[in-house]
Every structure is written in C-alpha cells, then in structure tokens.
C-alpha cells in the first residue's frame, strides 16, 4: 500500500493507493492548520493499516506547509518501515491536467510577490525546465504555453496579456499519474527561493 501526502499548499490531500488503484483519498483547503489536521486525517483514511510505501511533496509551497508534510512522512515512515520518496507540487499538477495541450505552464503563489514556475510536457510527462521563482513580469516571459494551472496562473496571464488559466492545486489522488522520473526525488523540502534571512558578513 502507498500513502501519498501533500501539504506544501493551501490543500491538506492524503491518498492511499494499492498498486495504481485508489483506495480511498481525503482531500481539504485549508490554507492553514495542516499541523493539526494531518495525523488525524492519515488515521481516519489507514483505519490502522500500515503502508509500506510513502510518497510526500516537498514543495514549492508553503514553507511551514512543506516542513510539516516532510516531517510526518518521515516519522512514519520510520514507524511503519515504510520506503520514503518525493514528489514536486508543480509536477503533481501538472498530473491531474488529463486532456491538457502537449506542454502546459504551472504557477503557484510565492512569497514577496512572486510566482513558482514550471513547464511541463511530453508522454510520459516529464518537466520542460527548471523551478523558478519570479515576479508576474518576469513569469509571463519564461513561460510561453498557452494554458496556465496552478494558484498563480491567473497572475502569470494577466501580466502576460493572453492564453487560458485555471485555478489548481496539487491532489494526492492523482499521484498515480506520476511517471517514475517524478516520484522518485529525496524527501527533502523544495523551497523554490533563496532564504529571506542572510548570514552577517
């Protein structure tokens, strides 16, 4: 059984999968809190089985969010003896896109005002460049598919003057739509910027 956490947004999504079959999912906006709804909802969706496999997003995303998708991962991956691995929040995304063009763009609100970028394209789906983060301006102009998913998307159209976007977050339901090359990353965070705090000189 594979348990699949995502908490690096304003969703709080867990899904329990046997083999590629969804077993069952839980999936909420929460904005905040995912601290205390997390181990509950996990309990609530195991009803006391014990996966041998987990897969956390480690971000972009919320930085408290990643923190506390990771740290349960990694707890209960000790607790179960469970193998451990991530996944990105822009790929998970661009996952649940079924029926999207051949290469799609991916934005997520940052921090200070900028956007997580990411295009992704191809079968099996693979990304088309790298995790950046970037103001709206600088955003529109790295990114040219025409169709945007994701919490920034509407941003990233509007500075960019056309192409379609739609509101999206990440559902660890569509996990399963993940190719090897995306679920296989450390179980590290993925903060998609450097740190706001610089050490003294």
């Not at 995303?61 to 740290?71: E, N, P, Y």
């Not at 003896?81 to 934005?107: K, N, V, Y």
């Not at 992704?120 to 102009?141: I, M, T």
């Not at 990440?170 to 679920?183: D, F, G, K, Q």
Request: charged share 20%; aromatic share 4%; proline share 7%.
């Amino acid at each position: 059984m594979l348990l699949v956490i995502e908490t690096a947004t304003p969703a709080c999504s867990i899904a329990l999968f046997d083999g590629s079959r969804l077993v069952r999912e839980s999936h909420a906006i929460l904005g905040r809190g995912h601290a205390e709804r997390l181990i509950p909802m996990i309990a609530e969706l195991v009803e006391g089985m014990r996966p041998d496999a987990i897969l956390v997003d480690c971000g972009p995303g919320s930085f408290t969010g990643v923190r506390v998708g990771l740290a349960a991962a990694h707890g209960l991956a000790i607790g179960w003896r469970a193998s451990l691995a991530g996944f990105s929040s822009t790929a998970l995304i661009a996952a649940g896109a079924e029926g999207a063009p051949s290469e799609i763009g991916i934005a997520l609100q940052g921090g200070h005002g900028e956007l997580f970028v990411q295009s992704y394209g191809g079968e099996p789906l693979a990304a088309r460049d790298d995790l950046r983060s970037l103001s709206p301006e600088d955003a529109a102009a790295a990114i040219p598919a025409a169709l945007v998913l994701g919490s920034g998307a509407e941003a990233l159209v509007r500075a960019r003057g056309y192409g379609d976007w739609a509101e999206a977050l990440p559902r660890a339901a569509h996990a399963a739509r993940l190719p090897a090359c995306l679920r296989n990353l450390a179980p590290d965070p993925i903060y998609g910027r450097a740190p706001d705090a610089k050490p003294m000189s």
